[in-house]
Structures are given as C-alpha cells and as structure tokens.
C-alpha cells in the first residue's frame, strides 16, 4: 500500500486511529504521525513530560545564572522550579567533579 492511499484512509476514517495515535494526528497530521512511526515504530516506548526530558539543560541553565552572581541562590532557584537546597547539592556536586 503505497503512503498516499494511507494517508487518503487516515483523512477519511480519522476516528479508527487508536489512542495515543489519534492525538498525534490530530495536532500534527499524517505526516507527523507518520515521522513518528518512522523514528519509534516496533519500539516500547515511554514519553516523559517535556521538563524532564529538559531537566539537565535546565538545571545548567540555572547553575549558569547563579554563577553570574546577580541574584540569590533561592531566587534562582525558585524561578526554575528547584529548591534551594537543591540547587547547592548540584553545584556542590559539580564543583567535586
């Protein structure tokens, strides 16, 4: 079955994609959903929240602005969504390195 007549029967017959499919079809289409496939089919996959994929960079990004100096440990802190023991334990951390 050639893309084309999968992607004129996904459009014709959107309600018997099955979940969690239908969701990604419904916001990016069938060529998302498609890319998707693509990239993870046959695979068990889990998909964390998009804040724990990012929890490394994040955490850099706040250790980088605390090390500028400009403002308090806990302000930083809180403005990305750590405690402020926290973030002394990884900087702490990093430091030992």
Do not use: W
């Not at 018997?16 to 498609?34: K, Q, T, W």
């Not at 804040?51 to 440990?73: D, F, K, N, P």
């Amino acid at each position: 079955m050639t893309k084309n007549a999968m992607m004129a029967a996904a459009e014709k017959h959107p309600g018997l994609i099955p979940e969690p499919y239908d969701a990604i079809f419904e916001r990016f289409g069938f060529e998302g959903l498609s890319l998707v496939v693509d990239v993870l089919g046959g695979q068990n996959v889990y998909v964390p929240r998009l804040r724990t994929v990012l929890s490394g960079c994040i955490m850099a990004q706040a250790v980088a602005e605390y090390g500028t100096g400009g403002q308090s440990i806990e302000r930083v802190a809180r403005k990305y969504g750590y405690t402020s023991r926290n973030l002394r334990r990884h900087i702490k951390a990093k430091g030992s390195k």
